[in-house]
């Protein structure tokens, strides 16, 4: 029939836990879409990838899958960040399943959505974006923050859906078409738009984390931030440029003010002015070159080619032996 071999790829980042607890919920409801409800076949499985967690989310992993072949493992040498780990998962699965359903351990965003993104896939399309209802459960910061991050997105000329984070369905040829990406400083949210096929979206709640705290730290918060507009947008060079422009039209003024000044015998005033243009001239300066920084920083990440991941282990049994 084809489309019906789905796989869950799950990134885990010291998430020993709750990691357990989850994987029963995806039990369950793997069980219910291959049992009950016929909708995908009985080779799915749900991979666990182990972003070299520093606890014992690794060894929880290997004991799930030696012991439910429901269950694959795929387990990073070291930590690479919560996109490269979906990455790996993806790039693994990819060559077992039609499609593959990415979703955060803590399985804040509702599995039972799952049904529909399955159906949307068995519709024809190869790419279905979740996309969260509504940012009740985050706080205060995540919600302002978040929602003045994409409005500067859009402002750069980034297209990207709104509340889409990486719950998502790719199907085998999006993801094969996505490998030909080989980006290292990885947005997936605004990459995959870039790769275009037939897509739809599927609406979903999002859950308080049940255990453990949020392993996106801040530093790897900023992080995503800033390889997300670094990634898919110049706009800040030429805003540069922009301020460059502005600047210098400013100079000139300032330079005809003085000399006319000169003529007047008015030089002494104008310390404040004096004060005020060295600051904001050496801030802006300051913070062009960062800017560029950020970009030829990430230039030289991105000649380096060096591997996204690299996998040390991967457990994974014939269904039969279920
Ligand atoms: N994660 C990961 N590598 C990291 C950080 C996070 O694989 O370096 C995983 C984590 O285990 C979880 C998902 O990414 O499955 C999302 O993280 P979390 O729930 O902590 O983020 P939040 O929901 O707070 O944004
Ligand atoms: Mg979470």
């Known amino acids: 029939m084809g489309r019906n071999v789905i796989y869950i790829v799950v990134p885990c980042y010291n998430e020993s836990e709750g990691l357990k607890q989850s994987c029963e919920k995806l039990e369950i409801k793997m069980n219910e879409l291959i049992k009950t409800k016929k909708m995908i076949s009985k080779k799915s499985k749900v991979m666990l990838v182990n972003d070299g967690s520093k606890d014992d989310t690794g060894k929880i992993i290997t004991e799930i899958c030696e012991n439910n072949s429901l269950f694959s493992g795929l387990l990073l040498s070291k930590n690479v960040g919560h996109q490269n780990a979906i990455l790996a998962g993806m790039m693994t699965s990819k060559d077992y399943a039609d499609a593959v359903i990415t979703i955060d351990a803590d399985l804040q965003q509702d599995i039972n959505a799952l049904d529909n993104f399955i159906e949307k896939f068995q519709d024809g399309n190869e790419i279905v974006y979740g996309i969260r209802n509504d940012r009740s459960t985050d706080g205060v910061f995540k919600k302002m923050t978040a929602t003045l991050y994409y409005k500067l997105l859009s402002f750069l000329g980034v297209d990207i859906i709104p509340n889409h984070a990486d719950y998502r369905l790719m199907s085998k040829k999006a993801l094969e078409a996505l490998g030909e990406f080989k980006e290292v400083n990885l947005f997936l949210r605004g990459l995959i738009h870039l790769i275009g096929f037939q897509s739809d979206t599927v609406y979903f709640d999002v859950k308080e984390r ?31 440029m922009i301020i460059g422009v502005v600047m210098f039209l400013l100079s ?3 330079i005809g003010i003085s000399i006319i000044d000169w003529f007047k015998g008015v030089n002494v005033a104008g310390y404040t002015t004096s004060l005020i243009s060295i600051w904001l001239v ?39 032996k279920r």
């Open 282 to 320: 050496g801030g802006i300066t300051i913070l062009s070159l960062g800017i560029i920084g950020e970009y030829i920083g990430r230039i030289y990440m991105e000649t380096k080619h060096r591997p996204r991941y690299i996998i040390e282990s991967f457990i994974w049994k014939d269904e039969n």
């Open 210 to 240: 049940e255990f453990g705290k949020s392993k996106y730290t801040l530093s790897k918060m900023l992080t995503l931030a800033t390889d997300g507009i670094t990634s898919l947008s110049i706009k800040p060079i030429r805003i540069i």
């Open 252 to 254: 000139i003024i300032m």
